[in-house]
Every structure is written in structure tokens, then in C-alpha cells.
């Protein structure tokens, strides 16, 4: 189910939930994994983060329990890139460790990406 829509973006609820809430915020313009981003995609990121944040406060959410990131290869199920929006508590005890708070190989927070996409070269 769609929940937001724009010209660049498009956020909708994942159909294997993980927590009480778990949409994903996907670009329209095609962009295969986190590994394939530049410092000029790093807007991009800002926006989608900014898209989440506001869908997760709309359903009562804080930044004190939600969590915003990407899968990293080879964790991620499609190659489209998009954004994990997680409405906390998680679902099952396995989900913190396919969504780890301060990241790991199979998943970077937002923020993190963000600050990884503007750092130099």
C-alpha cells in the first residue's frame, strides 16, 4: 500500500514487516545498491531520510524508536535501492539483527551513509 508520493520518490509499506511499522522509501530513478552511490547521491539520501522521518512521526513514531537504513550487498533482497523506515518495537528478536542500531556488514543506517557520501575522497 502506497503511503507517499512525489516526483522523485515513492514510500510504501514492506510486505514482510519486521516491526510494528516498516515502510520503504525508493527513489524512481534507478539506483542498484548503496555501493554503486557517489557524494553527488548524497541529497538524494537526505531526502529519502527526510521522507521516512516524516511518515514514521505521522504514526506516532520519534527518532527514539525508529530506525532508518539500507541493506548492503549481498543483503539486499532486490536491486533497487531503497530505505528501510522501522517503526520500533521489532516484530521478531531476529530483526535487530538484520536492522543493528549503529550498523554492520549487512546494513548502514542512514545517517551514517550520509555522512560516508560527504566525507572527501
Do not use: W
Not at 23 to 28: E, K, T
Amino acid at each position: 500500500r502506497i503511503v507517499f508520493e512525489n516526483e522523485g520518490f515513492i514510500a510504501f509499506h514492506d510486505i514482510k514487516p519486521d516491526a510494528e511499522l516498516h515502510l520503504l522509501v525508493v527513489p524512481r530513478e534507478h539506483f542498484g545498491t548503496v555501493k554503486e552511490l557517489a557524494a553527488d547521491d548524497q541529497k538524494m539520501i537526505v531526502q529519502m531520510l527526510e521522507i521516512g522521518q516524516m511518515l514514521l512521526a505521522e504514526n506516532g513514531f520519534s527518532e527514539g524508536n525508529a530506525r532508518f537504513g539500507f541493506h548492503r550487498p549481498p543483503f539486499n533482497s532486490i536491486h533497487h535501492l531503497h530505505m528501510h523506515c522501522l517503526g520500533l518495537p521489532f516484530k521478531r528478536r531476529y530483526a535487530e539483527l538484520m536492522f543493528p542500531e549503529k550498523g554492520g556488514p549487512g546494513f548502514i543506517p542512514a545517517k551514517r551513509l550520509i555522512e560516508k557520501l560527504s566525507a572527501p575522497a
